[in-house]
């Protein structure tokens, strides 16, 4: 497994491996490092796909706010690289800031997320979130000229935004979305799960319980969201609900689920620690 903390040490070793293999495909797999059984569900799908699969550690500043936990966000270096040698990983880039942002120290963004689709949902109340993340993601495209770079459906809004900046500027970059992973008694997989405690884990249950709830309904015939909201919302009544809403692609709140073309989100809060979670019609 090579090892790259370096822009220069990434530029030579990509341009040396695609010389070397110009039909081979390259893997993109972006984190923020405190990998788990969600990030390697994405490396293994990179893996079957790809001829190289390279995973990128960087916990980005521009995509949180002032009052956000990026000092506190998991950092687990030795742990992140022990994974990615165990899982078979190719390329690990691990930057430092300096790296990312050399001329740029007050971490200023110079893109901007379309605004009908970043200035709702998470990004409401973290103005400039997804200026920050699109950033940073087209930055990791640069660098690696990967052919394909895989996401989460778990942060929908996101993964939605991403592709949107790739259609919008021609980028040469597939995206590809993968499925949402969970504990075995239901609940998503996040990095910050390891801020909750047991009892807290627990009570995180009822969020994927309220979109079983949903998917429930939906499959017995059910179309108005405002019902399926209500009944959501009762599973949820023990929680610190952010919002629960029934969207289309654009994330726009509709009225009735309209197939294939529907998502559920949803953002509660257990133990102080802000938990999102999903479903995808």
């Avoid at 797999?29 to 994405?42: E, F, I, Q, R, Y």
């Avoid at 959501?232 to 009544?237: D, F, G, K, T």
Wanted: glycine share 4%.
């Amino acid at each position: 497994m090579e090892i790259f903390t370096t822009t220069k040490e990434l530029h030579d070793f990509i341009r040396h491996y695609k010389q070397q293999n110009p039909h081979h495909t390259l893997g993109l797999v972006p984190t923020m490092g405190a990998l788990h059984n969600g990030h390697l569900s994405l490396i293994k799908t990179s893996q079957e796909s790809c001829d190289c699969t390279l995973v990128s550690i960087f916990v980005n500043p521009t995509q949180f706010g002032a009052n956000e936990d990026f000092d506190k966000y998991p950092r687990k270096k030795e742990a992140d690289l022990s994974i990615c040698q165990k899982a078979k990983v190719d390329v690990v880039f691990m930057p430092e800031i300096e790296e990312i942002y050399p001329l740029d120290k007050n971490f200023q963004t110079t893109f901007n997320a379309p605004s009908a689709m970043a200035n709702t949902l998470e990004g409401k109340t973290r103005p400039n979130h997804f200026n920050g993340v699109l950033q940073v993601v087209h930055k990791l495209f640069n660098l690696t000229q990967a052919n394909k770079a895989f996401f989460g459906k778990k942060d929908a809004q996101q993964l939605l935004i991403i592709q949107k900046m790739v259609e919008d500027l021609f980028l040469p970059i597939e995206i590809i979305p993968c499925p949402i992973v969970r504990t075995q008694e239901g609940l998503a997989l996040s990095s910050r799960n390891a801020y909750l405690s047991e009892e807290g884990k627990k009570k995180a249950l009822k969020i994927s319980h309220s979109l079983n709830m949903a998917t429930k309904m939906i499959m017995l015939g059910e179309t108005e969201s405002t019902k399926i909201k209500q009944a959501a919302l009762e599973i949820l009544q023990d929680l610190e609900v952010e919002y629960f809403v029934i969207i289309n692609k654009n994330l726009q709140e509709i009225p009735r689920i309209q197939k294939d073309s529907t998502l559920i989100l949803v953002v509660a809060k257990v133990e102080g620690v802000r938990l999102l979670d999903n479903l995808w019609l």
